[in-house]
């Protein structure tokens, strides 16, 4: 199997677009979905601030995101990607719909994370007259911080896999490639190399993720 | 002056899936300043809520908490946050956080009350040496023991100069060693610096060891309350009598048989009465139970006697060891 210099030029284009892809969309992901997971986790009925008319209203919005198939997401949003980016299709295209899956998807692993916070600790920083801002700002978010750094990774790899998704209807990078080359013009080991390449990188993805969230805990004696 | 805390029919009710449940049920102490305060009750008598109540941890139904003569309940969020700086709080599970070394969770009250960093560095080293932790200032939490975290605790709860320290069951998860170290602390504490201390607990021992007056919790009210030597030598309520007595034995061994309790202190006689009980009666007790304990600084011997089964002599036997100017009671 000897691919020619333009073939791999083009994979190593292909690996780019989808760690940018990946990469940005986590970030942007986070920047909405950050701030709702800990609405959830506040507004809850044993949160710090309860309130159950908020807790209600984001969590339904949060499930039907959800429930939308990714697919459907892509061709669901193309009005409102020509609207941000100007073009239907290729990678800062693709960042749009891959955002708007994401972030329900955040809030709820910052959900789950932030929950893990023993309530004892909260009740300690509140006896000493903290705000709310200041617990989940001091007490909230430290405190789960191996948890959310573990959920940045299962993050980070769920949106890879989307992203390759996103390559059948244009979306550039990796999944791209293996769709046009792979698929459509039977070239398979172009696929295949596609598909280790993918792998390589969720498995180095998850394993510096593992590696920073495990260095960051002093919960282990 | 005011009482430090003054507690006024307090009212607190929860509803749960099995119904109404009133953890508070008009509640009324006082507490003066300098004092060691020990509330006790078995569990689920509502000492927890009743603790929570006091720095509005827990919102009471009715009823009002003055600190200072100030109503808490009055009090806006933001007053509310600026007067619970003055009121620490301990707790059974420790609640550091984790991710923090002792000393940056020493200063974590003083993030919140905004002293300068390097000053709360400072102050945080000093109250370190108070606890006796010096040794541990870049330790997580993690690897201390129970003891050793409830010190560093301590340091974090006076960081702020509070005036008053309410303890939720600081030692129930500590060693009897432990226990007794880490309240011979909080009374060297109270006694420095001046600070009224509240002690919660389910442990006679506990109120024994540190506690001037103690109120006893009952199914959410308060039984008695009154001088821990006084209840402890003479226990008026059947919650108070439990208390006292569990506190040592299991009382269910004993149930049904005829069983009294003599106390002694200094004022009794030399003269060796159950010995002599057994002698003028001619028939013999059973020693089911003995001590000697350090009540507010006197010792305080307690018995308790199996009598015979046969209720005439037994009742005269109470009526002689009563003659002789012992507490008795049945029990």
Request: hydrophobic share 45%; charged share 20%.
């Amino acid at each position: 199997m000897v691919f020619e210099k333009e073939m791999i030029t083009m994979l190593l284009e292909g690996t780019r677009d989808t760690l940018y892809m990946t990469l940005v969309s986590t970030l942007f992901g986070y920047v909405i979905g950050l701030p709702v997971g800990i609405l959830l986790t506040v507004t809850d009925k044993d949160g710090i601030r309860p309130n159950a008319f908020v807790y209600r209203i984001i969590d339904i919005i949060v499930n039907i995101m959800r429930s939308i198939p990714f697919l459907i997401l892509l061709i669901l949003v193309i009005p409102l990607t020509k609207l941000i980016v100007g073009k239907s299709y290729g990678s800062s295209a693709t960042i749009v719909p891959l955002v708007i899956a994401a972030a329900p998807f955040i809030a709820r692993m910052v959900e789950s994370s932030l929950k893990e916070v023993d309530k004892g600790v909260i009740e300690a920083a509140t006896s000493m007259g903290a705000s709310d801002f200041t617990i989940i700002t001091k007490v909230l978010i430290p405190e789960a911080r191996t948890s959310l750094l573990v959920g940045v990774t299962i993050v980070t790899g769920t949106i890879l896999g989307y992203s390759a998704m996103a390559g059948t209807v244009g979306g550039g990078g990796l999944g791209d490639i293996a769709i046009r080359y792979g698929y459509y013009r039977y070239q398979t080991d172009v696929m295949l190399v596609t598909i280790v390449i993918l792998v390589a990188l969720v498995q180095i993805l998850q394993g510096i993720g593992m590696i920073i969230s495990r260095k960051l805990d002093r919960r282990i004696a | 002056m005011p009482p430090i805390i003054e507690v006024k029919n307090l009212c607190k009710s929860f509803e749960t899936k099995e119904g109404r449940v009133d953890a508070a049920k008009n509640i009324s102490f006082s507490v003066e300043k300098g004092e060691i305060f020990g509330i006790i009750g078995l569990s689920g008598a509502g000492k927890s809520t009743l603790v929570r109540c006091l720095n509005l941890l827990e919102r009471p139904d009715s009823g009002d908490v003055l600190v200072n003569g100030q109503s808490l309940l009055a009090m806006s969020p933001k007053e509310l946050s600026m007067r619970r700086q003055g009121i620490g709080m301990i707790f059974q599970h420790f609640n550091l956080l984790m991710q923090r070394n002792v000393i940056d969770n020493i200063c974590f009250p003083m993030e919140i009350a905004k002293v300068p960093r390097a000053k709360a560095k400072q102050r945080a080293t000093e109250l370190l040496e108070t606890v006796g932790m010096t040794d541990k200032a870049l330790a997580y939490p993690a690897q201390l023991s129970g003891g050793q975290k409830q010190r560093v605790a301590i340091a974090r709860v006076l960081a702020n100069n509070p005036e008053i320290l309410l303890c939720d069951e600081a030692t129930s998860a500590l060693d009897p060693q432990t226990t007794r170290s880490i309240l011979e602390l909080l009374q060297h504490i109270s006694k420095t610096m001046n600070i009224t201390v509240i002690i919660i607990t389910h442990e006679m021992s506990v109120v024994q060891q540190i506690c001037k007056r103690v109120a006893v919790l009952d199914s959410g009210a308060v039984a008695e309350q009154g001088d821990v030597k006084e209840i402890f030598t003479s226990p008026k309520t059947e919650a108070a009598k439990r208390l006292v007595i569990s506190g040592v034995r299991p009382v269910d061994l004993m149930h049904g048989k005829k069983m009294v309790r003599i106390i002694f202190d200094g004022q009794s006689s030399y003269e060796p009465v159950v010995g002599n009980v057994t002698l003028a009666f001619g028939t013999p007790v059973n020693i089911m139970y003995a001590d000697t304990k350090d009540i507010g600084g006197s010792a305080v011997g307690e018995m308790i006697l199996q009598l015979p089964e046969d209720p005439i002599t037994a009742q005269r036997m109470i009526d002689y060891l009563k003659e002789r100017k012992l507490v008795v009671e049945e029990v």
